[in-house]
């Protein structure tokens, strides 16, 4: 036991210094060196390279390091429990596979995977979504809190698509998956078998797809932050609890939104790192009935770089 906590307690120590390099890499020490390399011209480019070298070799042992921690402070953590990934429009595959890969080092059970639309998010299908949360509410089997919003509506339904069984549940996924006018498609059908969700969302450089807006940083609309609230309230509903993982590294990201407007339910931010994976399933198992907003990670208003680690006070 002390052997084991001796090496945990030493690869966290590396994880701090992984995280200081995602805070660095992404802001200052990326400006510094190109600055470094438009000031110092052909003289300076090879000193300049093994730099990025360097640093490209130390951010492999670090996400080696981080991927051991993984491994010895997940398994068994969330044995027994199902989980259905949402990602959100821009969401990167590679994002999500990660995520999964984490989980099931935990022991959980990936029961299904759910891709929401543009139409869930979009400025131009805001009235619809109003409009829609009128019938949705009827065939919820728990009704939404009264001041949900139209958005908080929807999300509770696919929250019940998810997690539950039914002439209700059924109608309420053929509503949301209607052909014309989908809300979100069904990749793997979770068949109601899900106990917790997973919510993936997009780094901050990706776009939604269809516009050419940025989902994260720069052009966000009311609508999309609406939508990124409501959802957010909703999954948290779900028997075992949510975690939302996407990026916080601006103050209209998506991460960022939910947490400045105060919703009760667990975030990860730095999404597409292994920091972010790794975050999300040691969050998970504390998010059930918390009470509180949580926030891991680097990015804004974040409390704790990670969840309390298995197996140390």
Do not use: C
Not at 151 to 178: F, H, P, R
């Amino acid at each position: 036991m002390i052997n084991f906590r001796y090496h945990l307690v030493s690869l966290i120590g590396v994880f701090l210094a992984l995280a200081i390099g995602v805070v660095l890499g992404a802001g200052p020490l990326q400006t510094r060196l190109g600055d470094a390399w438009a000031s110092q011209g052909d003289a300076g480019s090879a000193d300049v390279s093994a730099q990025l070298e360097q640093a490209q070799a130390d951010a492999q042992a670090q996400s080696a390091a981080l991927d051991e921690l993984g491994q010895r402070a997940l398994p068994g953590t969330l044995d027994g429990v199902s989980v259905a990934l949402v990602t959100l429009p821009g969401a990167a595959t590679d994002d999500a596979d990660a995520v999964s890969a984490d989980l099931r080092t935990a022991g959980a059970t990936v029961a299904g995977k759910v891709s929401l639309t543009d139409n869930w998010q979009s400025q131009s299908m805001s009235q619809y979504r109003d409009t829609l949360a009128g019938p949705v509410s009827t065939h919820l089997a728990s009704a939404a809190p009264a001041d949900a919003t139209a958005d908080a509506v929807i999300g509770y339904a696919l929250v019940e698509v998810l997690t539950s069984t039914g002439s209700e549940q059924g109608l309420l996924s053929d509503i949301l998956t209607d052909p014309s006018t989908p809300i979100m498609s069904l990749d793997e059908d979770p068949k109601g078998a899900a106990q917790a969700v997973v919510v993936v969302g997009p780094r901050a450089s990706e776009t939604d797809g269809t516009s050419g807006t940025p989902a994260q940083s720069g052009g966000t609309t009311s609508a999309a932050t609406s939508a990124w609230v409501g959802l957010a309230r909703a999954v948290a509903s779900a028997p075992s609890g949510a975690v939302v993982v996407g990026d916080a590294s601006t103050p209209d990201a998506l991460v960022a939104q939910i947490r400045t407007q105060g919703v009760v339910v667990t975030t990860v931010d730095s999404v597409g790192t292994d920091l972010g994976a790794l975050g999300t399933a040691l969050a998970l198992p504390g998010a059930a009935g918390a009470g509180e907003a949580r926030a891991f990670g680097v990015g804004d208003d974040a409390s704790q770089v990670l969840p309390p680690i298995p197996g140390l006070d």
